[in-house]
Structures are given as C-alpha cells and as structure tokens.
C-alpha cells in the first residue's frame, strides 16, 4: 500500500471520502472505486482499473454525476506531491505548492443554477488545511490543521459548505462556510481527528474518533454530542459515514485480539467484513437500494465488498479508499412519468437514436458532450436522430418535455 505518511493509522486516517464476482457488480448498477494501484493513481468501474497518474499517486475520493467521473487525489511530481483532480481520467485541476506537499482527501459538487462547482478538502503541507472551489483555495479555515471531507448543501442560489478534520491544536471539529461551528473533542492529542460529515436537514453527522486516557475511541456525532459509539478501544477505524432512509451506515475497522478487523456499522450495530486472520480495513461505504458497499484493503490488497462479499480489485500494493455507485444505462433508458413514458434506442448506437416519448410533449432536443458542450439543437418534437456523425463516445440527450426536463447518457459507438 502507497502511504501518503509512515504511520499505517494516520494513512488509514487519510483515507475518508467511500477479478470481479457476477454476483458483485450488478447489472443495473455500476461501481466506481477510487485508490491506488501498484502505487499509481487508479479507478476501478466494476471491477476493471484505469491508471489516472504517471507518476505515484492516489484517489482518496471519487463521485459521478451525470456520466462525469470526478476523484480526487494527489499526484507526486519532481521535489514535491500536488493535489489533483481528474474528470474523466483527465487532470482538471493540479495544485501544487512550493516547498510543501498538497492533498485533495474530498471531493464533492453543488449544482446552482443549472452549473456545476467543484468543491475539494484537503491539506498544504502538515499544518494548513484548504477547501479549493474549482481549484482557487477558499477562505476561512484559519483554524483547521487538515481537512479530510467536504460535503455542500445548495439552498436556492446558496450553497453551504461543511467540512470535517482537525484543528491546530488537534482536536476533531466541523466548519461552516470557513467558520468552526463544532468542536468535537476536547484532549489536543494528535491523533483526533472528524474524517466524513454528512447533513442531513438541521442534523450535521460527523465521524472520527478521540482520545480517551490512553485508547482512541470511534465515534459518530450528531450536532455536538455523540451520537454513537463504535467499536472497542484502540479502534481508531470509523472513517465513512453514508445515511439513508434515516438509517446511519459507518465503515472502518475495530482492533479484535491485536488485528485491525474491517467493519461496516448500522445505526451503531457492528458487522465484522473479516475474520482477523489478516489486518483488514474498511474505509469507504455507500448505500445503493438494499445493497451495502464497503471499499478498503486487505495487508496490501485492494478490496470491495458487497453486502459482505468480498471480491479483490487489486493484490499488487493497491488500496481502495473510496466508493461510489450509479445507476447504469444498459440497453434502453426508460423514464416513467405521470402521463407518459420515455425511452430512447439503441443504446449503444452507431447511427439511429430514436425517441419513444409516449404521451410527453417535446419542446426541444439538445446533444451535450462531457465537457458540457451542445452539439446539436433541435426545437420541437423529433422522434429520430441521426447521430452518425458524432466521435465514439459518451453523450447525453436533453430534452424539455411539457412535464419538465429529461437528460439521458447514451454511447455513440
């Protein structure tokens, strides 16, 4: 495993925000794991790798809207290791600093107004952490040592920016918009630390773990006051926290008889991914319909679980430290509405895309590709789209429909 720092627990720390089984990578869905790969950068898409770094590097992060694959990551470069982000495996953003290494731990979007802004967490050097708002550091934050996760809440036109870490004088907390609003432990151990925070309504969920005398202790907040605690003591592995349906999933890793044993929680109730034959942790979860994903490693190996079942992404000094899943868009994509349905085929397509808009009123067609441009626009009702033309690719069909507007990925073969 690529360590960003000798010590295997601050590594674990860092590592916050989450060949392949049949049973594993379902076929209405499609799994995206964020890590590193023979110490290279690396996303994996059901099961298969693509290497995003030339250089050693990694992806602490990786989040998927609307066909965009975004991690986020570092990269080492000569006399130094730059934040980076890739979108669609290529680099967006590079931020390196003189003299000072630079993490990106956290990556997360907010849509206003139809346009999208990147929000990253991270650190500059060992003492100085930053939130980057499409690669410009944000201001604020004049408290925090590390930031290890960013999560947005868009409210109408605003959006609020929550993050979680440690301060300067190491205590776990949460900041608002650049400003602490929670401080969560109250030793200045070094090894405190706030690694994933998750808003829900008026509710701000975070977890880490504290100092207690002598052992670290697992905990997920809720507000200001524990909410939860995980594991036995000296178990310093609650990393990720995902909720849904109002239930709260934690992964990490609880020391068993002196082995690191990865673990997913729901609603404080432990489940153990390992048998403690071998150190093992859990470092990413996400929630899909009834399925439960956990991302982590194995000593070296790169692991993903599915509900308990493990499948091995990489034995060769890899790790996965983050997990995303999405909907896929195999053969036709349909769209139930009130008074209509829509579908479009084939998909993939080598020339033809017809539209089946069923009792939905199309007002107007546009062609998008990845980076957001418009290739073609059409006003009013076209059933059939000749799209022969275009370079192999992913592109999205929006439509403006007299019950609102409808965008689907389809693959231009």
């Given at each position: ?360 009123r199309i007002t107007r067609i546009e062609i998008v590709d990845l980076s957001g441009k418009v290739i073609y626009q059409f006003n009013g009702v076209k059933n059939q789209i000749n799209v022969s033309a275009l370079s192999s690719g992913i592109y999205f069909l929006q439509l403006e429909t007299d019950k609102g507007c409808v965008t689907k990925k389809f693959i231009k073969e």
């Amino acid at each position: 495993m690529t360590k960003v720092i000798s010590n295997l627990r601050n590594a674990i720390a860092i590592a916050i925000c989450l060949a392949a089984s049949a049973t594993l990578f379902a076929q209405n869905v499609d799994v995206y794991v964020g890590g590193s790969d023979n110490g290279k950068a690396t996303v994996w898409k059901n099961g298969t790798p693509t290497v995003l770094s030339t250089n050693s590097g990694g992806v602490y992060s990786v989040v998927v809207d609307k066909g965009d694959v975004y991690a986020a990551g570092y990269e080492n470069i000569p006399g130094s290791t730059a934040a980076k982000l890739w979108r669609n495996g290529v680099a967006l953003y590079t931020i390196p600093e003189s003299g000072s290494s630079v993490y990106a731990y956290s990556v997360a979007l907010a849509v206003v107004d139809g346009s999208a802004n990147v929000y990253m967490a991270g650190t500059i050097g060992s003492t100085k952490g930053v939130i980057w708002k499409d690669g410009i550091a944000m201001g604020g934050y004049t408290d925090a040592k590390i930031l290890y996760c960013v999560f947005t809440v868009v409210n109408g036109t605003t959006t609020e920016v929550y993050a979680a870490g440690k301060t300067t004088d190491n205590k776990a907390a949460v900041w608002k918009n650049g400003n602490r609003i929670y401080t969560l432990t109250s030793e200045s151990d070094n090894n405190n630390a706030a690694w994933s925070v998750v808003v829900v309504g008026n509710d701000v969920y975070t977890a880490g773990y504290e100092a207690v005398g002598s052992n670290y202790i697992s905990r997920v907040w809720r507000n200001n006051n524990v909410h939860y605690t995980l594991g036995g003591t000296n178990s310093p592995g609650n990393i990720s926290l995902y909720i849904s349906n109002g239930d709260i999933y934690a992964a990490g890793n609880e020391n068993i008889s002196g082995k690191y044993v990865a673990k997913v929680w729901k609603n404080g109730s432990g489940t153990n991914l390992r048998d403690g034959t071998e150190d093992s942790w859990a470092l990413s979860v996400f929630v899909s319909g009834s399925d439960v994903y956990a991302a982590g490693l194995v000593t070296s190996k790169a692991s993903l679980w599915k509900n308990g079942e493990e499948t091995i992404l990489s034995n060769n000094n890899g790790d996965a430290l983050s997990v995303f899943v999405v909907e896929n868009g195999t053969g036709v994509e349909e769209l139930t509405m009130e008074n209509g349905e829509l579908r479009i085929y084939p998909n993939p397509t080598r020339g033809e895309l017809i539209i089946e808009n069923g009792e939905l009123r199309i007002t107007r067609i546009e062609i998008v590709d990845l980076s957001g441009k418009v290739i073609y626009q059409f006003n009013g009702v076209k059933n059939q789209i000749n799209v022969s033309a275009l370079s192999s690719g992913i592109y999205f069909l929006q439509l403006e429909t007299d019950k609102g507007c409808v965008t689907k990925k389809f693959i231009k073969e």
